[in-house]
């Protein structure tokens, strides 16, 4: 069987990711990448497999109807796997209303595309790559379940929500095959350094200060990019219709505890000192509206579709802080342009700096 898939996002960290696996895995799928190279895009990233037959990049916005459009009729998309966002919720509680465009906006207008193009057919596939933050914050011994009512918190996170709202609204109204899911917090290679775990890891890397947020007891849910892949292959090919699922790999950390782990694995990696790394940490103001705790139920997953993550967090963790050791010209690529303006308006003050 051909398919022809769109992936949006492709070019970014777990759409990158995606686009190797499913080219690795499915030589008979055409690959279709379509995605807007932002600060978060990176053809870099998939460089390794960018000269495979079965592969397509296409540079577009996804609020463009006419290039999205252009794009459905060119290649015969058949299946939609859309991960094309603005992701880092710091951006979003400074600029929100670029995340409405793209969330919000660009999903709606890929959706209306799919309709038009699709007419009814009950072949095809819309797959929205949402997150676990739609659900708020949760309690401890409480966890996301897929019955979870929306409760977003941030201006990310509604946007999200948002964009799933309309996924299921057009599966609705119009008959649009969709399928969803709410990941859990990724880590891995490629990872964009403004997130936590790959900005620190940079920070320890120049000896800066490691800007800990509040206290450090916020509480998020880790998942291995790769793990995440292998979640959306699966829900791509056995989820049902018109269901959600919930992506996780039960592996809750308080940041704090998190973060002192770090500093011992980069200690020694970059044979320094014991408690080097440690000595960066800095308390600074929290992020405003901090969701306190995430944490998934992925039992669905796991008993309907038989996917569970294939690596500890520890063996995960340390492949990625190798990998960004061994990948230092790539974070120094990826943190020209712009990148120096976002942190010094993300942490100057923060850092009385
Ligand atoms: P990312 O920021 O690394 O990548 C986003 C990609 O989308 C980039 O390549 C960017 O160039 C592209 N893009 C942005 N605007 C675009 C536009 N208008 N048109 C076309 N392309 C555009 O994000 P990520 O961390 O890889 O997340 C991917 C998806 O997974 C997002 O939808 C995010 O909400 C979701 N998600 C992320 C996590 C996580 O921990 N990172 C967890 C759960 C779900
Ligand atoms: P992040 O990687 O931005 O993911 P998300 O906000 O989507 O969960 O942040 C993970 C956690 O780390 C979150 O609780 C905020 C915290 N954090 C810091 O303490 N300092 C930082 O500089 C960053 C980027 C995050």
């Known amino acids: 069987m051909q398919k022809n898939i769109l992936i949006t996002g492709g070019a970014g960290f777990i759409g990158s990711h995606l686009v190797r696996h499913m080219l690795q895995s499915y030589?008979?799928?055409?690959?279709?990448?379509?995605?807007?190279l932002t600060y978060a895009g990176n053809l870099e990233n998939l460089k390794d497999v960018e000269d495979k037959p079965?592969?397509?990049?296409?540079?577009a916005d996804?609020?463009?109807?006419?290039a999205v459009q252009a794009i459905f009729e060119k290649y015969q998309i058949d299946s939609v796997i859309h991960l094309a966002a603005e992701s880092h919720v710091d951006r979003s509680i400074s600029n929100p209303l670029e995340f409405v465009t793209t969330n919000v906006i660009g999903t709606v207008t890929l959706l209306n595309v799919a309709k038009s193009q699709w007419k009814g057919r009950d072949d095809v596939r819309f797959y929205h790559v949402s997150t676990d933050e739609v659900y708020g914050s949760v309690y401890d011994g409480e966890f996301f379940l897929e019955t979870t009512p929306y409760d977003p918190?941030?201006?990310?996170?509604?946007?999200?929500?948002?964009?799933?709202?309309?996924?299921?609204?057009?599966?609705?109204?119009?008959?649009?095959?969709?399928?969803?899911?709410?990941?859990?917090?990724?880590?891995?290679?490629?990872?964009?350094?403004?997130?936590?775990?790959?900005l620190f890891i940079s920070n320890i890397v120049n000896e800066k200060p490691l800007p800990v947020y509040g206290q450090g007891i916020n509480v998020r849910d880790w998942l291995w990019v790769v793990d995440h892949a292998r979640a959306?292959?699966?829900i791509f090919h056995k989820g049902k219709n018109g269901e959600t699922y919930n992506i996780g790999g039960k592996n809750e950390w308080r940041n704090i505890d998190l973060i002192r782990v770090m500093c011992r694995i980069m200690d020694q990696k970059l044979n320094r000192p014991e408690g080097s790394a440690e000595k960066l940490i800095t308390y600074v103001t929290d992020r405003a509206g901090h969701d306190l705790r995430y944490a998934i139920d992925p039992t669905k997953?796991?008993?309907?579709?038989g996917w569970e993550p294939s690596l500890q967090f520890e063996e995960g963790l340390e492949?990625?802080?190798?990998?960004?050791?061994a990948n230092q010209a790539w974070v120094s690529r990826v943190q020209s342009g712009?990148?120096?303006?976002?942190?010094?308006?993300?942490?100057?003050?923060?850092?009385?700096?």
């Open 27 to 36: 030589p008979d799928y055409h690959i279709i990448n379509m995605d807007l």
């Open 54 to 59: 079965n592969y397509t990049f296409v540079k």
């Open 62 to 66: 996804i609020c463009d109807a006419a």
């Open 153 to 198: 918190q941030s201006p990310y996170s509604a946007s999200k929500a948002s964009s799933d709202h309309f996924v299921r609204a057009y599966g609705n109204t119009y008959k649009l095959p969709f399928v969803i899911s709410n990941c859990s917090n990724n880590y891995g290679s490629f990872q964009f350094p403004e997130k936590l775990i790959p």
């Open 232 to 234: 959306i292959d699966v």
């Open 301 to 305: 997953l796991e008993n309907e579709l």
């Open 319 to 325: 492949k990625t802080i190798d990998w960004y050791l």
């Open 338 to 353: 712009d990148y120096q303006k976002y942190y010094a308006a993300q942490y100057g003050e923060r850092l009385g700096s």
